[in-house]
């Protein structure tokens, strides 16, 4: 017995005792720091680019049409007394009457990252479920502002390239464990994501960008379990504060173990520890590794291109609820058609891959954030209104007796046979007739993409009653940020 009467020894076997207590050479961070240093805008291919401006056009929509969300503005409300030198721009404030459309970067960072995320309508890449764009943009553009200097949108767009790639392959290294576990891990990613494109918006150097990676990767961020509150959304905004943190207190001076990512204890052990020291180590060499693999990409050739696996939602609510959503909204038109009255339905069964009640089994939400949770919402709006936009996920909406009524009817049952992407619905009307849709791939999936003009569509959607009648001249300043000459000065102030 220890002095003041606790055993603070471990026994061997206690699952809190580490299987090893040796750190593996300081490969993964060194080589993803080293990865980000060196890439330049010449080594991105075409596909790459394309899928960068679109991923920032669709972060943008989305943080503009979520600033006037009650998360956001509560937040806003509540931070107010802490901003510091109006520095960066507040998506979507100008004249919103909350009397800040600036605020200094780390808060910038943190709000345009909660409103960007706070529909649930932001980008995914869909092997891991993690939502790149919003981490690493909240944080770029409040320091692209900050720093005053004319950033060119090339640059902006290289650095969002590094943030959004180093997420995913780290997300890669830890999955399925890692999320299985409860950690969210869009913030748990996100902060060292945001940390790296910061460094490469800003031209560290590689052992300042490793020190960066530790400092972030020491902000671990997000619990599965804040699903359906607004706190889900603050993971994304912490995420991109605490990359920009980190980034700027590298820049400093401030160091950390340049073996954060690998070390026995470190970030990667500690946060995959399902996988075990072995597989959190083929983890990491095959996702973080170089060559004609999988692992970091340059060129066309070398390693995958993580952002060409991106996504773009055409629904603001959890994606694998996204299959019954479509199939709904097309037997609303069925129904339509033939003069049907949705009323008259009797039954709804849907198949469904088994992440979709794991996520989204909401049977009575009682708001829009937890309708975001509920395939059985999801399918009666669809069946309802033959769309699902953010106004189909207004707590009224949610809560209107004639919604309720048809999400009833519904019934989801796991079939291990389908993808994530694919569902079968069968509908019984009340007089026997039935009506059978087999969604092969959901539209927004890698295999049914949303097209630029469906992306406009939606941009357009939740921007117009934030913007008004600037709504246009922001789309296309979105749409043109490769060619800007100065990002901050030619993209926020419209925005």
């Not at 052992?207 to 994304?236: E, M, N």
Request: proline residues 4%; negative net charge.
């Amino acid at each position: 017995m220890a002095k003041g009467g606790s055993d603070l020894t471990l026994p061997s076997k206690s699952p809190l005792h580490p299987t090893s207590q040796k750190n593996y050479p300081p490969m993964a961070t060194d080589h993803l720091a080293t990865w980000a240093c060196n890439l330049e805008y010449s080594d991105l291919p075409r596909s790459v680019i394309q899928a960068a401006v679109r991923s920032f056009y669709n972060w943008a929509g989305c943080a503009i049409g979520g600033s006037n969300h009650p998360a956001s503005t509560i937040a806003h409300t509540s931070l107010a007394p802490f901003f510091g030198a109006s520095t960066s721009t507040l998506l979507g404030h100008a004249g919103s009457g909350t009397g800040s459309r600036r605020t200094d970067a780390q808060h910038a960072a943190l709000l345009n990252g909660i409103a960007s995320h706070v529909h649930d309508y932001d980008d995914t890449h869909l092997d891991t479920i993690i939502h790149p764009t919003g981490p690493v943009a909240s944080a770029l553009l409040a320091v692209a502002e900050w720093r005053d200097s004319s950033v060119w949108g090339k640059d902006f767009l290289l650095a969002l390239v590094v943030g959004i790639e180093a997420e995913c392959k780290l997300g890669l290294a830890v999955w399925p464990e890692h999320y299985d576990v409860g950690w969210h891990i869009t913030s748990t990613t996100g902060s060292i994501g945001a940390a790296l494109a910061v460094c490469k918006l800003i031209g560290l150097p590689l052992v300042h960008t490793k020190h960066a990676i530790g400092i972030a990767a020491t902000q671990v961020t997000g619990l599965r379990s804040q699903f359906g509150s607004h706190t889900k959304s603050f993971h994304i905004g912490r995420a991109a504060q605490n990359g920009l943190l980190a980034a700027v207190l590298a820049e400093g001076g401030y160091t950390s173990s340049e073996g954060s990512l690998e070390a026995g204890r470190g970030w990667a052990n500690v946060v995959g520890v399902g996988k075990g020291e072995e597989g959190v180590r083929r983890g990491l060499e095959k996702w973080l590794g170089s060559g004609e693999g999988l692992g970091l990409a340059r060129g066309e050739n070398e390693g995958r291109w993580e952002i060409l696996r991106n996504s773009f939602k055409p629904f603001p609510c959890g994606i694998v609820a996204h299959p019954v959503i479509d199939g709904c909204v097309q037997l609303h038109r069925e129904l339509e058609a033939e003069g049907l009255d949705v009323r008259d339905i009797g039954s709804v069964h849907a198949q469904v891959h088994p992440l979709v009640l794991e996520l989204t089994a909401k049977r009575k939400p009682k708001d829009g954030l937890e309708g975001k949770f509920s395939v059985f919402h999801g399918g009666a709006v669809g069946l309802l209104y033959g769309k699902a936009t953010p106004r189909q996920y207004e707590d009224a909406v949610v809560q209107d007796p004639e919604i309720i009524c048809v999400r009833d009817k519904i019934e989801a049952e796991v079939d291990d046979a389908l993808r994530a992407d694919e569902t079968m619905i069968t509908l019984t009307m009340n007089n026997g007739r039935v009506f059978e849709k087999h969604v092969i791939h959901a539209v927004g999936s890698l295999e049914v993409p949303m097209d630029d003009k469906m992306l406009e569509e939606k941009f357009k959607d939740q921007c117009a009653p934030v913007l008004g009648d600037g709504v246009d001249a922001a789309s296309q300043a979105c749409w043109g940020i490769e060619d800007s000459k100065h990002v901050a000065r030619g993209i926020a102030e419209l925005l």
